[in-house]
Structure formats: C-alpha cells, structure tokens
C-alpha cells in the first residue's frame, strides 16, 4: 500500500531548483500557455535532453504534452513573483507577462531568465498523475545571477557555504 498522502509530502520537501516557466504555444489558439515547474533537470549531455513533470491537472497540460517545441526560463531569485504566478490556473498570468520568442524554434520566454532554453519535444511519459515530457535543447543562452529554489512551500535563494577542507 503506497504511503499516504502526509507522508508523502514530508518526502517532497526536498529542495527544487531551480525554478523555472516551461512555455509553450496552444496547438489550437496559438496562445501562450505555461507553468511554473519545480522538477526541471537535465537529462543528457549526449544529445542534450532536459526533462520536467507536469501535473494533469495544470491548465497547460494538454497544450504542453502535445507541443512540437516548448521554452524553459531557469528564473533568478530576483522573479519569485513571475513563479509565484505562473503557479496559478487562468489567463492572467499569461497577460501579466512579457514574453520573449526564441531565435530558434521561436517558443515563449521569460525575460531576463538566467538560463533561456528551446526544446524539440523528444518523449512525453504519463506516469500516476503526472506527465513527464522530455526536450532536446535547441538552442540555449544563459547569464549571470543567483538562482530562484522552492523548498517547503517557499521559494529562496542559494546561499553557499564556507569550504570545506577534506
């Protein structure tokens, strides 16, 4: 019998980062549909593949697992507020933000990311409730920052710790 559902959340306090907006074009309105993602990570340096979870209950799923190509924003510790939208189901969060279209496959991305990557849509995998759709990179620039995490329910900064001698 799977663990309950307290349980299973005191699992998933592990820290995520970093946080990012996964974008996309609805195949059917051309609208800008996205999500704020928590589970991002690279896959594969050979070809190189990212992969992020999306639940099927997000009002982007549909557009989502069935884009061609999809834009990933890593957002830096200075948009938590752009996360803390694009976590909510509606069109405002799409109005209230300012795109900008990739050089490549010319997918929706947050401004001033610190890492801005264009994906072909490689593998979508459904698995509990949950999707998971796997992006070859394109096309990816990023710029300097300190990076956007979650854990516990709050979004945070990195902070690093003194070196350790070994």
Partial sequence: MPVSGEVYKQIGRNAAGPVCIAAAY???TGAVVGL???????????????MFALQ???DS????????AFGVSLLGHEQSQVAALFATKGREKIERTSFTVGGTLHVPLISDSLAEIECLTSQVFVSGDHAIIVGLVEAARTRSG???LYFGGKFGSFAPLPKVDR
């Fill in 61 to 68: 799923y549909a557009s989502l697992v069935s884009s061609k």
């Fill in 56 to 58: 099927q209950h997000a």
């Fill in 26 to 28: 609805d195949r059917v």
């Fill in 36 to 50: 704020t993602a928590s589970s991002f990570v690279t896959l594969s340096f050979e070809p190189p593949m990212v």
């Fill in 146 to 148: 300190e990076p956007l």
